[in-house]
């Protein structure tokens, strides 16, 4: 594990994934410290003369953090991808895995080495996010209250969180993401099984998630009940879940709740289904795989 | 002796193609084992299957004798390897390299311990210098320090100077000979050329399209009893019709130069007897049947094995 690390950290593509993440959440932060006030006077248009707020306060750090993940949380599995995928391609590709195979290592220990390295990968990913996105965002724009804009239905809602009621929940949300961020990884390991460069693993991976998710966006009855279910991209933005306050009869937001905690559990239970599935896939393709490169 | 290697009806089929077929051998400890075949012969694939890397479609191999499917990873920690090019990480140093397949191998590992190796390839000022860097001969002495880092008792190098220069050559060649004589290592060396085998390997195998031609001990393979003698004249068929009636009637071929074959002492008297006979001689050439024969399964595949018989 520790030499996978190694060889992950002295990649230069590991820093691309850093570097892009830092740039996303700097352009959004500057944007918004510099001209913020449009863009909330325009998303709350509709609904000025029913909510009452302070327009200044609703731009702070828990939201400027959720506005960035709600972007980055879409380009994240390519940068996954472009680590993950490159497990066993990559060595392919320079030659390396015939010299890592024809050492005293089981391939099936390789294959769960490499696939929890890029987990770590994946975690590290999202724990630089928290720093940029929430931890900057709030020294830039300090705390408060958090005002969620959610489409439900075909209604438009604004949920409010209290300040004090927040942190927990960007915490669960990570954690959640670093799960469905899992399946990216599991699945971009066992496509780069099949290839000798990491190019086609990483361009496999991204079109399978784009292809997916416009499946699990497309509303026709069939394919919601016979194929969304089983697609992994269904639940890729369940984090969203912990930010949907649960309401008492009158809709007046209860502190610490969640509006559907099963629906979190039941995608997290699939989606750790799923990692499960496709790593099993992968160390039995392997531990088959005549190696020829 | 016991012996390191044992494999017993070997095979290999992708898909329609047999790359190897029935293929038994058996390597001794101490040996230096040549492994010649041109080109596709199915060199690598065997190696490959030595090396776990391949699964065999039938056959066994003992190695250590122990059953390499079932005992795998203590027999690879007795093994060290260069397989074709000695592909490592481009982006890290040699030291780095080196660490990670000693750490890979199981073994402790020391800054010495490293440092050392580096040295008895003769790189040890390149230590921290990325492998990037390195031109070929230079990573292929890495690759080597690489596979002797856990102290294997057997080595495997296939194809091991490869894109090499002649000094490269002779600095593998000179290697493989102070492990095998200084350190008593058994080494599986497998190349396409006889002469290189010829020079460092004390018991060879030829394979031809995945198949055992021969296998022995290198000198009594190149014995000199099958030396190849080609004769040059004024008038071939002339010659041809003298000969007939001495004692170097062994032809191998009649056609353009005659060719005898021969115990290599005769030569000299054979050439006395054809200026006695009045044939005028433009040129002889002697070289061995072994070689001939393993020059005709990459240039002649129609030529008749020598050793048919």
């Known amino acids: ?293 | 002796m016991a012996s390191i290697i044992q494999v017993d009806h070997l095979s290999k089929q992708f898909n329609q193609v047999k790359a190897v077929n029935d293929l038994s051998f058996t390597v001794n400890e101490g040996d230096v084992y040549g492994f010649l075949g041109q080109n596709g012969a199915g060199k690598s694939t065997t190696i490959r299957m030595l090396l776990t890397l391949i699964a065999p479609s039938g056959g066994d191999i003992l190695m250590f004798g122990k059953k390499l499917s079932t005992h795998r990873s203590e027999i690879l920690r007795q093994v060290g390897a260069v397989i074709e090019k000695p592909d490592l990480y481009k982006y890290l140093s040699a030291y780095d390299n080196l660490s990670i397949f000693a750490k890979m191998s199981g073994i402790k590992v020391s800054r010495k311990l490293l440092m050392d190796q580096l040295q008895m390839v003769g790189l040890e000022e390149r230590a921290k210098d990325k492998v990037r860097t390195f031109s070929q001969g230079m990573k292929q002495r890495l690759g080597i320090a690489v596979a002797l880092v856990h102290n294997p008792g057997l080595i495997i190098l296939d194809e091991p100077t490869n894109g090499l220069d002649p000094q490269g050559i002779a600095d593998i060649r000179n290697l493989i000979l102070r492990l095998s004589k200084e350190m008593g290592k058994t080494v599986v060396i497998s190349s396409h050329l006889l002469s290189e085998i010829e020079l460092i390997a004390s018991r060879m195998i030829i394979i031809n399209k995945g198949e055992k031609i021969v296998e022995g001990k290198v000198d009594d393979l190149l014995d000199p009893a099958h030396t190849i003698v080609d004769i040059e004249s004024t008038d071939n068929l002339a010659a041809a019709k003298k000969l007939s009636g001495s004692k170097w009637v062994n032809y191998i071929q009649k056609g353009k130069p005659l060719q005898l074959m021969m115990n290599k002492e005769e030569v000299p008297q054979m050439i006395n007897d054809l200026v006695t006979m009045n044939i005028q001689l433009l040129s002889v050439n002697s070289s061995h049947s072994l070689e001939n024969y393993f020059l005709s399964l990459t240039t002649n595949p129609g030529y008749v094995e020598p050793f048919a018989n």
Not at chain 1, 122 to 137: E, G, K, R
Request: hydrophobic fraction near 55%; aromatic fraction near 12%.
């Open chain 1, 1 to 293: 594990m520790q030499i996978e690390l190694f060889k992950i950290s002295k990649r230069p593509r590991t820093y691309i994934a850093f570097a892009a993440i830092t740039a996303i959440a700097f352009i959004f932060q500057f944007a918004f410290k510099a001209d913020g006030q449009s863009y909330m006077d325009l998303v709350l248009q509709s609904v000025k003369d029913s909510f009452e707020l302070e327009k200044a306060k609703a731009i702070n750090g828990y939201f400027m953090c959720y506005i960035i993940l709600n972007t980055l949380l879409i380009q994240v599995p390519i940068l996954v991808a472009l680590i993950a995928a490159d497990s066993i391609s990559g060595e392919a590709n320079m030659g390396t895995l015939r010299l890592l195979i024809s050492k005293p290592i089981s391939r099936t220990q390789l294959i769960l080495v490499k696939f929890a390295a890029a987990t770590i990968f994946t975690i590290l990913l999202l724990l630089w996010m928290a720093i940029t996105a929430l931890v900057i965002s709030l020294l830039i724009f300090g705390a408060d209250d958090m005002l969620i804009f959610r489409v439900k239905g075909e209604d438009s809602q604004i949920l409010q969180i209290t300040k004090d009621d927040i942190l927990w929940r960007y915490f669960a949300a990570f954690g959640y993401a670093t799960v469905a961020l899992t399946v990216i990884a599991a699945l971009s390991l066992f496509l780069s099984i099949f290839a000798e460069n990491s190019i086609g693993p990483i361009i496999a991976t991204v079109c399978i998630v784009i292809v997916c998710t416009i499946i699990s966006n497309i509303n026709v009855p069939i394919i919601d009940k016979n194929v969304k279910p089983f697609l992994f991209t269904s639940y890729l933005v369940g984090w969203k879940g912990f930010f949907y306050i649960g309401t008492n009869g009158e809709g007046v937001p209860i502190k610490g709740s969640l509006e559907n905690w099963p629906s979190i559990r039941n995608s997290l239970l699939i989606l750790i289904l799923h990692i499960a599935v496709i790593v099993t896939a992968s160390v039995l393709v392997f531990r088959k795989k005549d190696i020829l490169s």
